[in-house]
């Protein structure tokens, strides 16, 4: 089975740096994908890791250590729009995703 | 490119009565397609992945008799919840992917709600 645990909430100011760490213990893994919900709508694609190493992708980075069971999301330069659900899924050997009860993230003025 | 639709995007239903979710690769032939629901302020959990011609895999304890999933082409999978209950109210999300990169595109949900 999957286990992937991330933080409840996080609160963070405009302009400021939120960092939202994952740890997982999994049976199987494809690769681990990071993705951002606002309330009411399905998932969208922030990133992609399976390789150790940070990926960087404008103002998001995400972050991947296999042999620590590890990641994080890294938003900076927060604008209010970015308020919202970050969920880790983790991908098992067969592409299955298992998905965290997700961080919600509040950016305050 | 890769968008995925969801029809209908709401529906209320009396309890009793069975709902049919569709679910289509616009721009794309999914090899595979998923089923999720979620429970408000709660993550997606799967409920069934199904693959063009062959029968759904379903989760473990997601019931197959009740939520039947058709997969009739590669750009189109359905989902009827049959004899829905209020229980069964949640947003029922889609998603299907490509034999590679894999990555899953989701379509935007349809909140269900059995009164």
């Known amino acids: 089975g999957q286990n992937i645990d991330q933080p409840t909430e996080m609160t963070a100011t405009e302009g400021a740096i939120v960092q939202i760490n994952c740890t997982y213990q999994?049976?199987?893994?494809?690769?681990l994908f990071w993705y951002q919900q606002h309330a009411g709508e399905a998932p969208t694609f922030l990133s992609y890791?399976?390789?150790?190493g940070l990926e960087e992708k404008g103002r998001f980075s995400s972050f991947l250590s296999r042999s620590k069971g590890y990641s994080y999301l890294l938003l900076k330069e927060l604008q209010m729009k970015d308020s919202a659900s970050y969920l880790c899924?983790?991908?098992?050997?067969?592409?299955?995703?298992?998905f965290g009860a997700g961080t919600t993230v509040t950016v305050r003025a | 490119g890769a968008v995925v639709s969801q029809h209908p995007s709401r529906v209320i239903c009396k309890s009793g009565t069975s709902v049919k979710i569709e679910c289509r690769s616009l721009?794309?032939?999914?090899?595979?397609m998923f089923w999720y629901r979620q429970f408000p302020k709660q993550s997606l959990m799967l409920m069934a992945t199904?693959?063009?011609?062959?029968?759904?895999?379903?989760e473990q304890g997601v019931e197959k008799d009740k939520f039947l999933i058709n997969h009739a082409s590669l750009t189109l999978s359905t989902l009827t919840v049959t004899s829905a209950h209020p229980e069964d109210s949640s947003f029922y999300i889609c998603?299907?992917?490509?034999?590679?990169?894999?990555?899953?595109?989701f379509g935007p949900g349809t909140r269900l709600t059995v009164t």
């Open positions: 998603s299907a992917s490509l034999k590679e990169p894999y990555e899953q595109y």
């Open positions: 999994t049976s199987g893994f494809n690769g």
């Open positions: 890791n399976v390789l150790d």
């Open positions: 899924a983790v991908s098992d050997n067969d592409y299955k995703l298992s």
């Open positions: 721009d794309f032939q999914a090899t595979t």
């Open positions: 199904s693959n063009e011609g062959s029968k759904a895999t379903y």
